[in-house]
């Protein structure tokens, strides 16, 4: 069976704090892809990134960066210099690589809340 | 604009009532996808659809049908079947291989 835990229910910090969204996972497949999404207060989710297990590279894309440690199952986020902006439901998802359906796993969700 | 509209925002259904939610998409994709969130969880999966004319149950399906006629349709039926209909439905789409699934921006049900 397939599991994210984000045991991070709610994080409030003040604005140009750094921040970390702490993600784990289980899983038996020897393949696999990593997701987070972001829930703005408008409800849609908003994609933000894709790694597969192959890659235990760090990825960093402007403020955003992703932490991914294949030997501790977890594939931790982290906003540096937060704006009020990134205020938001942050989702951690997995999904296996194969071919068809990509039935994705969601975490529970870690509330962020930027204070001015 | 390319994207997925799903409407009505918000619907309220009578009990043994059946209700209707639209997920329409323009963006060509093959696969769609129904979510259910309830408040302070994440994502479950209902119902998936990757090709017209063929779907499959997810994680949660008692309660629910879908229909999948047309590739930019996925039309999901909360049944008076469903006895807990309340909460916010998100509709995805993706195209081929493993791209990330795009969401709409959900529908709230809510029982009167």
């Known amino acids: 069976a397939q599991k994210v835990t984000q045991a991070q229910t709610e994080i409030s910090v003040v604005e140009k704090e750094d921040v970390t969204l702490d993600c784990v996972y289980e899983?038996?497949?020897?393949?696999?892809?990593l997701f987070w999404y972001k829930q703005p207060p408008s409800g849609e989710l908003v994609f933000l990134i894709r790694r597969n297990s192959f890659d235990e590279q760090n990825e960093i894309s402007g403020r955003y960066s992703w932490n991914f440690q294949k030997s501790t199952s977890s594939f931790n986020f982290t906003i540096t210099a937060s704006q009020v902006v990134d205020s938001a439901v942050y989702f951690c998802a997995l999904s296996p690589i194969i071919q068809g359906a990509q039935k994705l796993v969601f975490g529970q969700g870690t509330r962020l809340t930027i204070n001015p | 604009d390319g994207g997925i509209t799903q409407s009505p925002k918000y619907l309220f259904r009578k009990e043994g009532q059946n209700v209707t939610l639209s997920c329409e998409q323009n963006l060509n994709h093959d696969a769609m996808y129904w979510y259910r969130q309830d408040p302070g969880q994440g994502l479950r999966l209902i119902y998936y659809s990757q090709i017209v004319n063929d779907f499959q149950k997810g994680d949660i399906a008692e309660g629910y049908s879908v229909s999948r006629e047309k590739k930019e349709s996925f039309p999901l039926t909360v049944t008076s079947a469903q006895k807990n209909p309340t909460a916010f439905y998100l509709c995805?789409?993706?195209?081929?291989?493993?791209?990330?699934?795009?969401f709409g921006d959900g529908t709230r049900l809510s029982i009167l």
């Open positions: 899983t038996r497949d020897t393949t696999y892809y």
């Open positions: 995805a789409s993706r195209s081929d291989g493993n791209q990330p699934q795009h």
